[in-house]
């Protein structure tokens, strides 16, 4: 094995998710593309609220190599209001049904959502992840998973999206979040959900300081301890902004291709990301100098 091979020295089950009854093998990254049908989201509220505009986007998205299109009707961002379950469902459920009609076979549907309302109608109109920024910690959105087949995202985040970032405090970030982890794994399993159908997302950006968000970054291999693959999702992210001391958004891209090379390397899996087609570029690249010996 040459060095450069450090994602290949984790054990099997960092790299194999079961989606739908189906082993997604990541040995080979993907990419999950984002759509907000939202109108205050942080990076691009308001672009796709309407059903027609997610619907393009999603295909968009698909069409660069985004194997993953995951539909969000609530933004997280730092300070966002919380959205009725009925608002949340006209915007994304909508949306979901028509790129479920027009969509690759290939191609996965997530939802986006902490509301056990919202993932178990849209398992019901074709998305096959959920993804919950809040861990999985409401036992009725265990439910939800137990009852279904679908891949699961179980992501940290310390607090909720409108005092996330008040002071974000953690003795060790690392070590208080790989016991998070290991504790939802285990309630998960013991509610029937097996941890073959779960990856995890460390939550950079939601209750962390820049600091906390760089350590994480570089510690995927300690995260990858739990033996479960790893999503990153640092798209845009402001911590970016603040470490180049630059306030316009678009300066926020290249990093983040960076970041998808940089934690590619590290052992992270999935990269849910605003841009597919450059970030899937940086994947494949990264992985074709592990990959040569």
């Known amino acids: 094995m040459s060095q450069n091979s450090a994602i290949f020295k984790h054990s099997r089950a960092t790299r194999m998710w079961s989606v739908s009854g189906n082993i997604k093998d990541l040995n080979k990254g993907m990419i999950m593309g984002i759509v907000n049908t939202t109108p205050d989201s942080f990076s691009d509220g308001g672009h796709f609220y309407s059903k027609e505009d997610a619907v393009n986007q999603a295909i968009k998205l698909e069409k660069h190599g985004a194997e993953i299109i995951d539909f969000g009707g609530e933004s ?11 608002d949340e469902l006209q915007r994304v459920l909508p949306a979901i049904q028509s790129f479920n009609e027009k969509k690759s076979d290939k191609t996965l549907i997530s939802i986006d959502t ?14 096959q992840i ?7 910690t409401d036992p009725r959105m265990r439910e939800i998973a137990a009852n279904s ?9 310390a607090g909720n999206p ?3 970032q008040e002071k974000p405090c953690y003795s ?17 399993e013991d509610d029937g959900i097996e941890k073959e159908r779960i ?8 209750g962390k300081t820049i600091e906390h968000n760089l350590e994480l970054l570089k510690s995927i291999n300690n995260l990858l301890s739990l033996e479960r693959p790893i999503l990153i999702g640092a798209s845009r992210k402001s911590f970016i902004s603040k470490v180049l001391e630059r306030d316009d958004l678009e300066a926020r891209e290249w990093p983040t291709v960076a970041l998808t090379s940089y934690c590619r390397e ?12 450059d970030n899937l570029q940086a994947l494949r690249m990264t992985e074709a100098i592990i990959n040569s010996d």
């Open 76 to 86: 997280t961002r730092p300070g966002a209001k919380k959205v009725e379950t009925q």
């Open 114 to 127: 902490s509301k056990p309302e919202i993932a178990k109608a849209a398992i019901t109109n074709g998305a």
């Open 130 to 136: 959920i993804n919950d920024v809040t861990g999985f």
């Open 149 to 157: 087949d679908c891949g699961l995202v179980v992501m940290h985040m």
């Open 162 to 164: 409108q005092s996330m």
């Open 172 to 188: 060790n970030v690392v070590e208080e979040i790989i016991e998070f982890f290991a504790n939802q794994l285990k309630i998960c």
């Open 199 to 206: 990856v995890l997302d460390p939550g950079i950006g939601f």
């Open 266 to 277: 590290l052992g992270a899996s999935i990269f849910r990301v605003h841009s597919s087609l």
